[in-house]
């Protein structure tokens, strides 16, 4: 499978801490890869350091197969950044919004109608920026970033702080960028989020890389082989999946004991607690 990202011992670092700790990754054409941390963790800057807004200190940084610092400005035909700070204009309307950075971008105007579907703001195209909620915001930056159909999309946190409504439009948007065949890096807080969406993830704290994988390959490799059952007497009891809690378990059926019974898979939030001892926010 072809890369588009390749991060090969990278580090960073801002003053004298290091941000970003001899991290290696890569990421294959088409997938939504996942880059979870806590606050700090360093998923901004590497965002920054493949967008080219910050230089590593060592290490090498491919994208597309070439050499970062050997791209040259024609690399931003091709990716599309959300950014943490990304903006749009207060005093102008959606629509003039859109229209106005697909002029900067060299984008034909007649995509912007098609883009506001996509985002589910057609209809509100004329309302000014100041009247907008936050999560119609959100998805007025996140349609700028799309105008020019970028290959590989950089999201930044997309959904953080915003309703259960709106993040599943953006879920479903980021899932049917993929069905195009865009690839799609993705930072965020909320493991739910990355389990639901992402192909793979990586963990990151203290800008190092602490575990890569598909969602279930990472559950699955930290799961405590454990079944949890609920006996008539609404007693929770926990028995291991080998040959003797399974006897158990067909003791307890015989008996007419059994009420419930669930195979005790940790999730992403309980695998990075384990990895790091830290806390996701
Ligand atoms: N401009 C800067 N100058 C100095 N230190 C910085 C700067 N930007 C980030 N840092 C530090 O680098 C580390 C990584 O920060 P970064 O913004 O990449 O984290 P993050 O994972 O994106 O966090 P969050 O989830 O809060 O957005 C942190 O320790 C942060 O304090
Ligand atoms: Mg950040």
């Known amino acids: 499978m072809e890369n588009c990202i390749e991060m090969n011992d990278v580090t960073m670092s801002y003053d004298s801490s290091f941000a970003l700790n001899h991290l290696t990754f890569a990421v294959q054409k088409n997938e ?3 880059f979870l ?11 920054k350091l493949m ?6 200190d060592g290490g090498t940084l491919r994208l597309f197969s070439k050499e970062i610092e050997e791209t040259d400005c024609s690399i931003n035909e091709r ?21 106005f950075f697909a002029k900067i971008r060299g984008v034909k105007k007649e995509v912007v109608p ?3 579907k996509k985002v589910g703001l057609y209809e509100d195209r004329r309302k000014s920026i100041k009247k907008i909620s936050r999560g119609m915001k959100q998805r007025v930056v996140l349609a700028c970033s799309l105008l020019h159909s970028p290959e590989l999309l950089f999201l ?5 702080g915003l309703d259960p409504a709106t993040s599943r439009m953006i879920h479903d948007l980021i899932l ?52 949890e059952i609920l006996t008539a007497d609404y007693q929770r009891v926990v028995i291991s999946k080998d040959a003797a809690g399974m006897r158990q378990l067909l003791t307890l059926a015989e008996q007419k004991k059994l009420l419930t019974v669930h ?18 926010r």
Not at 51 to 56: A, E, G
Not at 156 to 160: F, K, W
Not at 263 to 280: A, H, K, R, W, Y
Request: hydrophobic residues 35%; negative net charge.
């Open 263 to 280: 195979s005790l898979e940790p999730n992403l939030e309980d695998v990075f607690l384990e990895l790091t001892g830290s806390e996701l």
């Open 176 to 227: 049917n960028l993929k069905a195009q065949g865009t690839t799609i890096f993705l930072t965020t807080h909320n493991m739910e989020e990355a389990d639901k969406l992402c192909d793979r993830v990586a963990f990151i704290n203290h800008g190092s890389l602490i575990e890569c994988g598909s969602p279930l390959e990472i559950k699955l490799k930290h799961a405590r082989n454990q079944i």
């Open 51 to 56: 967008t080219r807004q910050l230089k590593k």
């Open 156 to 160: 930044d946190e997309p959904t953080s």
């Open 114 to 116: 098609e883009i506001l």
């Open 32 to 34: 939504i890869f996942g």
């Open 37 to 47: 941390g806590p606050s700090g963790a360093g998923k901004t800057t590497t965002i």
């Open 79 to 99: 990716i599309g950044v959300l950014s943490d700070n990304s903006g749009c204009y207060e005093r102008m309307t959606i629509e003039e919004n859109l229209c």
